[in-house]
């Protein structure tokens, strides 16, 4: 799907922001078609190293939902129970 991402773009440089993007992607992959584990800690990885603070996060996720209706947080809390496959149905 084609999304208005909620991402301030002068806050990162370019790689950072198509990692941004790639991670709010999977998340949205994690409700339509399910995402393995190892891919989603791969790119969780990732974000994490450009979106450090919990609360930044927290703000990012809850401004995607607003857009897209994929809630990050649950498919982060999903991650944490080890499921092989993360697959959110709404």
Known sequence: MEFNYPINYSLYTPKEVGIIIQFLDIIELCYT??????????????????????????????????????DGYLTTKAMKNENKIILIRS
Do not use: P, R
């Not at 078609?33 to 996720?61: C, D, M, P, R, W």
């Open 33 to 70: 078609k399910g995402v393995e584990l190892s891919e989603y800690k791969k790119h969780y990885k990732a974000f994490k190293q450009i979106i450090k603070a919990k609360s930044e996060e927290n703000t990012l996720y809850k401004d995607f939902k607003n857009i897209t209706g994929f």
